[in-house]
């Protein structure tokens, strides 16, 4: 996912004498550029991912210097390097612990270093890992939505992925992305991919359809599902105004079948905002499973609402139960004494709705055939919210 922290310390580092001295929980955070900052006038300009370098020139105090990695942390810089040895000599501890406690990278370089050389080779450096980025994402957009292209997209991501071993889709989106303009939903999307700790070159994260998408390749669930978490943990902190809901896809085997990995990724999506939930794996969804990836909406209608139409009607009416009643009496299988324990109605007046219910519906209820076809229109129902 982009030049990384990591990435720089890996193939810069020996070079330039970089040492990371704090925030090493940030160490896969994605750079998009390099900014000289000896001032703060320059930070309002950042959208995030920028890698910020300092001479401390301008940050030569210890409130400075603090103040600074404020700044940084809340316009959701990738990282701080200073080049020490001159104006600073050395870092104080309370920098170096706040940077710990943002989990933003700070870097050291000594002053005999150019330090304009290394910005031209990681900003050359990252330019490239950026076109590179733009071929993956094209590649992955054409086994999900083009599968007559998949053949291409193979070979493109062959020698970044492989190709023939596990993936899963992680899609995310908010209200509003559609109306946003392209530079808003990068800037947020710059963000997100500071938020996603610990996720480096075996995934792919990008806009498309509506969405964010992170694809991932033969990553461990339980490394999946922490990365999420800690994604939710930063979002509520740094952006608590973006509500995200996440579905998380099934693991398929082979980029062939990343198109249907995507679909149930997008099940989830539409599953937990149904349901008023901010995370949802499809392989949790139990029958919805199935209901939700009918590709004939009208079936699903006609199954659903169409079924139920004069309960529904009824409850509208009378701001009645009618519908959870029968969910619920289908669900104990007639027993009117589990059903009054769960809804806290005396059973007579439930025997009195359900002979109400009947009778709305035109139906005794008395075949299998009959109980489950309206217990699936009840999960019909559920699956619009």
Same mark, same amino acid.
């Given at each position: 996912?982009?030049?990384?922290?990591?990435?720089?310390?890996?193939?810069?580092?020996?070079?330039?004498?970089?040492? *990371? $001295?704090?925030?090493?929980?940030?160490?896969?955070?994605?750079?998009?550029?390099?900014?000289?900052?000896?001032?703060?006038?320059?930070?309002?300009?950042?959208?995030?991912?920028?890698?910020?370098?300092?001479?401390?020139?301008?940050?030569?105090?210890?409130?400075?210097?603090?103040?600074?990695?404020?700044?940084? =942390?809340?316009?959701?810089?990738?990282?701080? +390097?200073?080049?020490?040895?001159?104006?600073?000599?050395?870092?104080?501890?309370?920098?170096?612990?706040?940077?710990?406690?943002?989990?933003?990278?700070?870097?050291i370089v000594?002053?005999?270093?150019?330090?304009?050389? *290394?910005?031209?080779?990681?900003? $050359?450096? $990252?330019?490239?890992?950026?076109?590179?980025?733009?071929?993956?994402?094209?590649?992955?957009?054409?086994?999900?939505?083009?599968?007559e292209q998949?053949?291409?997209?193979?070979?493109?991501?062959?020698?970044?992925?492989d190709v023939?071993?596990?993936?899963?889709?992680?899609?995310?989106?908010?209200?509003?992305?559609?109306?946003?303009?392209?530079?808003?939903?990068?800037?947020?999307?710059?963000?997100?991919?500071?938020?996603?700790? =610990?996720?480096?070159?075996?995934?792919?994260?990008?806009?498309?359809?509506?969405?964010?998408?992170?694809?991932?390749?033969?990553?461990?669930?339980?490394?999946?599902?922490?990365?999420?978490?800690?994604?939710?943990?930063?979002?509520?902190?740094?952006?608590?105004?973006?509500?995200?809901?996440?579905?998380?896809?099934?693991?398929?085997?082979?980029?062939? =079948?990343?198109?249907?990995?995507?679909?149930?990724?997008?099940?989830?999506?539409?599953?937990?905002?149904?349901?008023?939930?901010?995370?949802?794996?499809?392989?949790?969804?139990?029958?919805?499973?199935?209901?939700?990836?009918?590709?004939?909406?009208?079936?699903?209608?006609?199954?659903?609402?169409?079924?139920?139409?004069?309960?529904?009607?009824?409850?509208? *009416?009378?701001?009645?139960?009618? +519908?959870?009643?029968?969910?619920?009496?289908?669900?104990?299988?007639?027993?009117?004494?589990?059903?009054?324990?769960?809804?806290?109605?005396?059973? =007579?007046?439930?025997?009195?709705?359900?002979?109400? $219910?009947?009778?709305?519906?035109?139906?005794?209820?008395?075949?299998?055939?009959?109980?489950?076809?309206?217990?699936?229109?009840?999960?019909?129902?559920?699956?619009?919210?």
């Amino acid at each position: 996912m982009g030049f990384t922290i990591e990435d720089m310390l890996t193939l810069t580092g020996e070079r330039y004498k970089i040492s *990371m $001295i704090a925030g090493e929980k940030g160490w896969s955070n994605s750079v998009s550029w390099v900014m000289m900052i000896e001032d703060f006038t320059i930070i309002r300009h950042f959208v995030g991912k920028e890698l910020a370098v300092t001479t401390g020139m301008g940050f030569d105090t210890e409130d400075k210097l603090i103040a600074l990695v404020r700044e940084l =942390n809340a316009h959701h810089a990738s990282g701080l +390097v200073v080049n020490t040895g001159f104006y600073l000599h050395e870092i104080p501890q309370s920098v170096l612990d706040l940077c710990d406690e943002v989990d933003l990278p700070l870097l050291i370089v000594p002053w005999e270093i150019y330090i304009t050389e *290394m910005i031209k080779d990681l900003s $050359i450096r $990252i330019f490239l890992q950026g076109l590179t980025d733009e071929q993956i994402t094209a590649a992955f957009i054409k086994a999900i939505g083009s599968p007559e292209q998949l053949a291409a997209a193979r070979q493109d991501l062959l020698q970044y992925f492989d190709v023939d071993g596990e993936f899963q889709i992680v899609f995310m989106t908010t209200p509003g992305l559609d109306t946003m303009d392209t530079v808003e939903r990068r800037r947020i999307g710059y963000r997100m991919e500071i938020f996603l700790e =610990n996720v480096t070159h075996n995934c792919s994260f990008f806009y498309y359809d509506s969405g964010f998408v992170l694809v991932c390749n033969d990553l461990p669930q339980d490394i999946i599902d922490q990365v999420i978490t800690d994604f939710e943990r930063r979002m509520a902190v740094r952006m608590p105004e973006k509500k995200f809901t996440i579905g998380i896809s099934s693991r398929m085997k082979d980029l062939s =079948n990343l198109s249907n990995t995507y679909r149930r990724a997008r099940a989830a999506v539409d599953m937990a905002c149904a349901i008023g939930k901010s995370r949802m794996h499809f392989d949790d969804m139990g029958i919805y499973r199935l209901l939700s990836l009918v590709p004939d909406k009208t079936l699903l209608k006609e199954m659903g609402r169409d079924l139920l139409a004069p309960l529904i009607a009824y409850d509208e *009416m009378h701001e009645g139960q009618y +519908v959870e009643t029968l969910e619920n009496y289908l669900e104990a299988e007639g027993s009117f004494r589990i059903m009054s324990e769960k809804m806290f109605i005396h059973r =007579n007046t439930l025997m009195y709705r359900i002979n109400k $219910i009947k009778k709305l519906l035109g139906t005794d209820l008395s075949t299998s055939e009959e109980k489950l076809q309206y217990q699936i229109a009840c999960r019909i129902l559920h699956m619009e919210g």
